[in-house]
């Protein structure tokens, strides 16, 4: 018979291991997901989510936090080739505008609310120019796309593969999110 520390230190051991996203296959760090994103001129696309997690002492155990993400998607302006948005932000907005693409992320630990500037209101927006990528300042975000319409949890619940649109739709009902996270603030500050 087991005894009780022995059975205090697997129970701390397998609640460790409960607090981490499954992230799939031995030693991988990344999260890979299909996601349906709607966009403002009334497409429906389905593009590629993929992060990187880090793990991190929090103070009682170990956790995985997001650290990298990649948002990789096809459309037939773009010549139907595989455009890849990759920074250290949380993606909250993935659209297209007078034909711009445009993606708004935001710094999800101080880590990243440093690295980018400590920007005010906290969101880093980007524009797709000449097949790159440009960092843009905060009023060239048109206004039209300030509705999330990217997955806000850090993983898709069940480790599910596939995000549709209604799986969005309920999260956006979630009485625990914030307004910043359903839609761009020009006033947002966190408690950085």
């Excluded at 400590?118 to 097949?131: D, I, L, N, S």
């Amino acid at each position: 018979m087991m005894n009780l520390t022995k059975l205090l230190k697997h129970l701390t051991f397998g609640m460790a291991l409960a607090s981490v996203p499954m992230l799939g296959g031995c030693g991988d760090n990344t999260l890979t997901w299909q996601e349906e994103i709607k966009l403002s001129d009334g497409r429906v696309i389905t593009i590629t989510q993929k992060r990187r997690y880090e793990s991190v002492y929090t103070g009682s155990n170990y956790g995985n936090l997001p650290r990298e993400y990649w948002l990789i998607f096809k459309l037939p302006e773009f010549g139907n080739k595989e455009i890849t948005w990759h920074e250290n932000l949380l993606p909250q907005v993935l659209n297209v505008y007078q034909g711009k693409f445009y993606v708004v992320g935001t710094p999800f630990t101080e880590v990243e609310f440093r690295q980018y500037g400590k920007p005010f209101p906290e969101y880093v927006p980007y524009r797709y120019e000449a097949g790159q990528w440009q960092r843009i300042p905060f009023n060239e975000i048109p206004e039209a796309i300030y509705e999330t319409n990217l997955w806000i949890d850090t993983e898709p619940e069940n480790n599910s593969k596939y995000i549709s649109l209604t799986d969005k739709a309920v999260e956006m009902k979630d009485d625990r999110l914030r307004d910043h996270t359903k839609r761009i603030s020009a006033t947002y500050k966190s408690p950085h």
